[in-house]
Structure formats: structure tokens, C-alpha cells
């Protein structure tokens, strides 16, 4: 099972007492922060909650698993999450 935006917006809503419309916005502007954060390089920290940073990936060789043939991946990017400690005692009960 899992929450849709529209489910976390009316939980949100719900929670905070805010209009849904509201809450979108709220969670509009969280993801905007996130994504204009991870693209100059920065990493956003909610404490307890989540970690989130941009990671360096090396160029390396792979396989076209369909021919076997090896293939070049150019290095990039990547983003790496990292549970907080709250998260985490939520999830181990």
C-alpha cells in the first residue's frame, strides 16, 4: 500500500488545519526547496526525519543485458536518501 500526492495532501490538510489547497502548496514549495538544493550541490536535512544530498556517480562500463554487449555509462549524478532517527524508530515497530 502506499499514499498518492492527493492522499498526503488531504492528511496534511487534515493534520495541520489547513485547506487542501493549502497544503499543496505546502508540499509544492517543500519539494521545490529540495530540488533547487540538490541542483546547486547543497543537501537538506529535516532532523529525525530524512536526509537528502546529490551524490557522484563514476563513468563505468555495463552490459546491455538484452545482447551482453559492454556498454559506457558517463559519470552523473545521483541522490542519495538517508532515514532520521525518528523514521527509523517509526519503522522498526
Do not use: C, H, W, Y
Amino acid at each position: 500500500m502506499s499514499i498518492n500526492r492527493t492522499e498526503l495532501v488531504a492528511q496534511m490538510a487534515e493534520r495541520s488545519g489547513l485547506t487542501k489547497a493549502q497544503a499543496d502548496s505546502a508540499l509544492g514549495a517543500f519539494q521545490s526547496v529540495i530540488i533547487d538544493a540538490l541542483s546547486e550541490g547543497e543537501s537538506v536535512r529535516v532532523t529525525g526525519l530524512l536526509s537528502v544530498e546529490r551524490v557522484e556517480r563514476a563513468a563505468r562500463t555495463g552490459r546491455n543485458p538484452r545482447t551482453g554487449e559492454e556498454i559506457q555509462i558517463p559519470a552523473g549524478f545521483g541522490v542519495k536518501l538517508t532515514a532520521g532517527s525518528t523514521l527509523k524508530a517509526a519503522v522498526g515497530k
